[in-house]
DNA sequence: CATCATACATAAAGCGCTTTAGCGCTTTAC
DNA sequence: GTAAAGCGCTAAAGCGCTTTATGTATGATG
């Protein structure tokens, strides 16, 4: 593309470059799309003119004329003051923002403060063919959502969450069950036989998949379990480690829902004198840089969020072009160990 | 707004409700636009109609006939890995959207790799009329982009940044040197003589102001300053830490450019069982949960990001409805006190 | 009573593009 | 040999809206 920044005003288009050309806008439109319907020669010369011109197609004609808008959407139903605070939707983000931008598409991005907000928000854009698809997260049980994605002239969806729950169309998810097991048995296997979840919010859908994952793999294994609830804030995640450290026989190992709240348990206990790991072991689910740059290191469920996103892009990209809806397995969150795990106390 | 989810297929036009409330297009058009052209009467039996019928415009149609597409863009330019990093943005952008959100207006968000997929894609919403406005951020030294935006035809745009680089345009700032200047004092008033500046991203403007007053401040209150370079991330403010501290007389407080090089340094720190704030004394930039929950606490520059973008959008919204060109100072960073600040070494 | 605003409404043009129907021609199939 | 199909292209309709020019009443004015 050539770089002058356009005549001021006018504006180009194809009519201009039909003109240039010596062709019909029409052609200039099956040139400038790849169609067949016009020679290769005269594709090339077309091609050459809008270049010449500076053209640049004008999408809202192009969505009008009802074509594709080159935009996806998602909506976040989140308290913006928390937004910040966890690093996996700047990284879901940007993961997405690296697969869409290969193919020029934008992301139309709207933080409201409920679901009800949310719904709208996806009738809106359906409505007045705003965008080409949607990204569908924080997944909950039972999800109302899902239901208005069913229904048929609703608008393309990736739904980022488990299969069981996406009621036959097209999922990302990730094993969370599995990478919870693995967790309580890296802790059991050093010997912890009390162990805390301090779990998310409850009304998500991979919050009550990790809930059963842990129960049952801790009961499995004989071991005794703590369940805590939080909002994910750091804040509460304090509040969680305290509350399970003053019961009598406080757990050896606990299992973070996100790595903010890891940081915030490994406050508390060092503000107690408790050692980590000597005292108390700590994972944190959601790696991050910061889980390395704490001291000790905090151990991690890891998985590579951009990843993630761009794959959820990829899918809602298939989706759009026709493709049977699927579940498709992302990689799952390994456990990476670090020095915030040891033996159990007792055993030592 | 009725909430039935619309008849599949069929969409829902303004021809539509003219047609049912006994009017012309033209009329439906002023109705719900709130132009004058049609009695009250009418009006409201309009609005009453397109209620529900559960009509939603089409954004394309309405962009393409001339008006506005209710869409903000913004581009970021920065390698995704990182992105997640830094809880600024996420902040800055819930900031942003609560504002948007109140009136109907989505963000369209894009993630490049660098300057000049930046400048192409502001160069395609301009010619495709694909957004009403920019917000123009990491401002750097000399910009382009700025020039850009100066000349006829440009989309209208908030800078974040400095005024004195905004070249005219309207500019959202915050006087960080006067945070830098009160950061240094802090120090200086507990008696550190020797003071480290762990600065961010050298090309961008608002390091250089922040060195500049780093720089100043220390040299007038006869203080030995040590600046050192990084790019934000926690390795690296780990990495220009160690180097600091393994000169010769190493010094006793860091100002850290953001949120998780201190958490990084403060790690170093424990590493080599300096104590904090017996030993070193730390201060960042950016303060966030993050900054409340390490042990100890670290002080922070504490801004409201959230604001701040609602703020940037509501100038956007001003520029966009005419008003004339300023700069706009916002709430100054202040320094909000914890527990790792204290005495210096020598002094105690 | 003719005149002139004023208020309300309509018809129609047009925004920039995609897409269908069809044109005159050449090629292929049977 | 003819029918069918394909080629490269054009003309024109239409997507859903805004907006201008143009009526048509109504009431006020001289």
């Known amino acids: 593309m050539v770089s002058e920044p356009g005549t001021p005003g006018s504006r180009v288009t194809i009519s201009d470059i039909a003109a240039r050309a010596g062709v019909s806008i029409g052609a200039v439109s099956f040139a400038l799309n790849g169609r067949k319907g016009v020679s290769e020669a005269t594709r090339k010369r077309v091609l050459e003119v809008a270049d010449e011109l500076g053209w640049a197609p004008a999408s809202a004609a192009r969505s009008l004329a009802g074509a594709r808008t080159d935009t996806f959407g998602m909506v976040l139903a989140r308290d913006p003051q928390n937004l910040g605070v966890e690093s996996f939707y700047m990284k879901f983000l940007a993961g997405l923002e690296s697969e869409l931008a290969q193919r020029g598409f934008g992301l139309l991005l709207q933080v409201v403060p409920g679901a009800e907000q949310e719904r709208a928000t996806h009738e809106a854009w359906r409505r007045g063919r705003r965008v080409d698809g949607v990204i569908l997260v924080d997944l909950q049980v039972d999800d109302p959502r899902v239901r208005a994605f069913q229904m048929p002239a609703a608008l393309p969806v990736v739904i980022v969450g488990d299969p069981s729950l996406a009621g036959g169309l097209t999922s990302v998810w990730t094993d969370d069950a599995a990478s919870m097991r693995e967790a309580v048995r890296e802790l059991a296997d050093r010997g912890h036989r009390r162990i805390a979840r301090v779990a998310g919010l409850e009304h998500l859908a991979h919050t009550r998949i990790r809930d059963d994952a842990f129960v049952d793999e801790v009961s499995s294994l004989g071991l005794q379990g703590v369940l805590l609830r939080t909002d994910y804030t750091p804040d509460e995640g304090a509040r969680a480690t305290r509350a399970a450290l003053d019961g009598d026989a406080p757990p050896t190992g606990f299992i973070y829902d996100n790595d903010v709240m890891a940081v915030a348990g490994l406050t508390v206990a060092l503000e107690r004198d408790l050692r980590v790991p000597d005292d108390l072991s700590i994972i944190a689910w959601d790696d991050s840089v910061l889980c390395e740059h704490t001291y000790p290191a905090l151990s991690a469920l890891s998985h590579d969020i ?43």
Do not use: N, Y
């Open 306 to 348: 951009v990843a993630f996103g761009a794959h959820v892009a990829r899918r809602l990209f298939d989706v759009v072009d026709g493709a049977q809806p699927g579940a498709f397995l992302d990689s799952t969150p390994r456990l990476r160990a670090r020095a915030s795990i040891g033996p159990a106390p007792s055993t030592r």
